[in-house]
């Protein structure tokens, strides 16, 4: 059975910097894209970064471009999503998800890490 | 920047059907999916491109896709369909995903 188990969740002062992780088993991890999506408290799904199977393709959403970078190391079957300069509004529980299709339908995610931006 | 809506609450009688809308411009010119999440858990695909079951998803779950709005309908609703529904769409012309605000589906 797939899975991807997320970790490094945690408080974090504003303007901190925070890296979780997602590792993944059961599947050839490097055969496919992957995406953080967040959810914050009470709040829908929000995608925020998506990778292509080697990492040279990246794309984010605008309002954490220039301050998250999204990684992987398929020899590790881990994904990484850097964030910097954290903001209260960055408060939310991350999502590692395998992309399944060129149309980045998401078939397998983990069970979530929360990070909280506060003071 | 394309944006996708949906109503905040749908209702449906026990044993009755249930239609969830995702509206966008020209949205039935890209493929849509959609995931159920129940609360304190992570979303689950349901429906694929428009109308394509994962396995494991039940036959009272199906989809369609034209103009300006795609649908998910779920026809028998069950107690355990209770959940939150959101639409996705690879944005192409951004490379961006996009999520539908979602829909909060009461059987009754």
């Known amino acids: 059975e797939v899975q991807l188990v997320e970790s490094g969740g945690g408080l974090v002062q504003p303007g901190g910097s925070l890296r979780v992780s997602c590792a993944a088993s059961e599947f050839t991890f490097s055969h496919y894209w992957m995406s953080w999506v967040r959810q914050a408290p009470g709040k829908g799904l929000e995608w925020v970064a998506i990778i292509n199977q080697d990492g040279s393709e990246e794309k984010y959403v605008g309002s954490v471009k220039g301050r998250f970078t999204i990684s992987r190391d398929n020899a590790k079957n881990s994904l990484y999503l850097q964030m910097n300069s954290l903001r209260a509004e960055d408060t939310a529980v991350y999502y590692c998800?395998?992309?399944?299709?060129?149309?980045?339908?998401?078939?397998?995610w983990g069970q979530g890490t929360l990070v909280t931006v506060s003071s | 920047s394309y944006e996708l809506t949906q109503p905040l609450s749908v209702s449906v009688a026990l044993g009755q059907t249930a239609r969830i809308t995702c509206e966008g411009d020209n949205i039935g010119s890209k493929n849509v999916h959609w995931y159920q999440q129940k609360p304190g858990q992570a979303p689950v695909l349901v429906i694929y491109?428009?109308?394509k079951r994962p396995s494991g998803i039940p036959e009272r779950f199906s989809g369609s896709n034209s103009g300006n709005t795609a649908t998910l309908t779920i026809t028998r609703g069950q107690a355990g369909d209770e959940a939150d529904y959101y639409c996705?769409?690879?944005?192409?012309?951004?490379?961006?995903?996009?999520f539908g605000g979602g829909t909060n589906l009461t059987v009754l």
């Open positions: 996705q769409v690879w944005d192409s012309s951004t490379a961006h995903v996009l």
């Open positions: 998800a395998r992309v399944y299709d060129g149309y980045a339908a998401s078939d397998y």
């Open positions: 491109r428009d109308s």
